[in-house]
Structure formats: structure tokens, C-alpha cells
Nanobody, 130 residues
Framework: VQLQASGGGLVQAGGSLRLSCEAS????????LGWFRQAPGKGREFVAR????????DYSDSVKGRFTISRDNAKNSVYLQMNSLEPEDTAVYYC????????????????????????WGQGTLVTVSS
């Protein structure tokens, strides 16, 4: 699977952006698609994830209520709608695939771990000015 992220840019605090990630290749029903971010000088941080078939979602506490992850199975795409952006949201945002091979529930401690994701997009920069 190859991933292509887009939609980043410069926005004022309080504004909105919508990130897109298009996947080429087969996305199996059991897969998990995730968004992570990495701010300058910091490690890669979990943002949100969605189970491809069920649409079940999970969010980090820092974005819950402001960000919404969604997917379009027909377009092989996943999206991240970001509202009420804050300067602390400034980072490079990455989409990624966690290749889960059965439909069993995946504990959040696993689906939030970037080490378990095996395909990554190139990243798109989001800059939020104060």
C-alpha cells in the first residue's frame, strides 16, 4: 500500500483544515488507517485512527472534540477534518496503515502505537499561527 497525504497549509488559530490521504493498493476490511503528527523536535504522536470496515474511531485526548477522522471506501481515502485549530497543532501530519489480518478488536494501546503501522505517507505540513 502506498499513501499520498495532502491538504496541509497555513491557517490562523481557530480556523479549519481538511487533510486527505489516498491509498493505492488493497485496503483490507480489517486494516486500520491512522493519522499521526510530528512537531519540530518532538516524537511522532498519535492523532486519530479508523477501522476500515466498521468505521470505529479513536482520538487522542488533545484533539478529541475538534478533529474528525472519516473514510471513503470507494475512493480508498481517509480524511482528517480539523476544527478550532491551535498553535500547538502545528506539525507535519502523516497518514499510515496498520495491517491487521483479522477482525478482532484492537486495543487502543496498540492502534495508537506508530511502531505497528507498516505503511506511511510522505506527510503534509500544518502551520497554525496565533
Amino acid at each position: 500500500v502506498q499513501l499520498q497525504a495532502s491538504g496541509g497549509g497555513l491557517v490562523q488559530a481557530g480556523g479549519s483544515l481538511r487533510l486527505s490521504c489516498e491509498a493505492s493498493g488493497v485496503i483490507y476490511s480489517s486494516y486500520i488507517l491512522g493519522w499521526f503528527r510530528q512537531a519540530p523536535g518532538k516524537g511522532r504522536e498519535f492523532v486519530a485512527r479508523i477501522r476500515w470496515r466498521s468505521g470505529k474511531t479513536d482520538y487522542s485526548d488533545s484533539v478529541k472534540g475538534r478533529f474528525t477522522i472519516s473514510r471513503d471506501n470507494a475512493k480508498n481515502s481517509v480524511y482528517l477534518q480539523m476544527n478550532s485549530l491551535e498553535p500547538e497543532d502545528t506539525a507535519v501530519y502523516y497518514c499510515a496503515v496498520y495491517s491487521v489480518w483479522d477482525m478482532s478488536p484492537v486495543p487502543s494501546v496498540r492502534s495508537r502505537s506508530p511502531e505497528l503501522y507498516d505503511a506511511w505517507g510522505q506527510g503534509t505540513l500544518v502551520t497554525v499561527s496565533s
